[in-house]
């Protein structure tokens, strides 16, 4: 079965509050394409996220939100399915334990 966006968007949400952050809906009135959510943790980690069911494709101009973001030095991260959100979340839960900003 192809998880849907939704179901990958709410594990995202789901687990970031778990864990004591906030995955804000990201709307850029002007700016179509940016990513779906904006992920803020503990200890001042900040992650741009574009959520895609499995197999799901990025738009050009997604692309280009992205790369525009990247070269500001700010993280973006592209999640493709429940098992990509989850292996990100992962590693939120690591970077939180170690008390690092991660990677």
């Known amino acids: 079965m192809i998880d849907s966006e939704k179901r990958v968007e709410a594990l995202l949400v789901s687990g970031v509050k778990r ?11 002007g700016n179509s394409g940016v990513p779906d959510r904006i992920v803020l943790m503990p200890g001042g980690q900040l992650y741009f ?7 799901g494709q990025l738009t050009s101009l997604q ?3 992205i790369t525009r ?3 500001l030095d700010c993280r973006v991260e592209v999640l493709h399915g429940l098992v990509e959100v989850s292996n990100f979340l992962l590693r939120l839960q690591k970077d939180q334990q170690e008390g690092g900003a991660g990677e």
Not at 19 to 29: H, L, T, W
Not at 49 to 55: H, I, P, S
């Open 19 to 29: 864990m004591g952050g906030v995955a804000y809906k990201f709307v850029s009135p």
């Open 49 to 55: 996220v574009e959520l895609k069911r499995d197999g």
């Open 63 to 65: 692309k280009r939100q």
């Open 69 to 71: 973001i990247m070269k």
